[in-house]
């Protein structure tokens, strides 16, 4: 009796075990809620910051693949090729793979990537004049995105 009660509870644990895990929900929310801001499409990004290197917004769009779940670090498809690389501000975050490949609505800042005109750092030690260092913004430079809040939208 004791060998057969033992089978069934073995037998109930492992088909526990083995049923399919659900998808991530819509609705899910990962960081802070995002607010009721219209969300911007991804690809429109770079138009709609014009040319500011700093903007404060919420994005829609699909990510492409989770970089490290630790931190939530993903990349996002920002349309023609181009791509959107994401983390959330805050490190105690973890982004389950199984969002690859999901909708979201992300808010955060979105930043373009600066670089000096002469590819140097931008080390503060030139003099003013034709040698000085000047920000400009490459238009196919990555844009980077600090996320704040994440929803799971389709």
Known sequence: MK?????????CTINGFAQKHTPLPHGMV?????????????NKIEGFMG????????LTGKIIKVTKEQGGWFEMDAGEGKVIAAHFKNYNIKLPQAIKGRTVIIEGVA??????????????????G???HTEKVN????????????????
């Open 3 to 11: 060998r057969l009660l033992i089978l069934v509870f073995i037998f």
């Open 51 to 58: 040319n500011k290197i700093r903007q404060t917004t919420a």
């Open 139 to 154: 238009p196919k430079a990555r844009i980077t995105f600090e996320v704040w809040g994440l929803m799971v939208d389709k």
């Open 30 to 42: 990962f960081g802070d809620k995002p607010n009721d801001i219209a969300p911007v499409p991804a």
């Open 130 to 132: 034709a040698k000085q």
């Open 111 to 128: 930043q373009r990537v600066l670089t000096a005109d002469d590819m140097q750092h931008f080390a503060g030690d030139t003099v003013s």
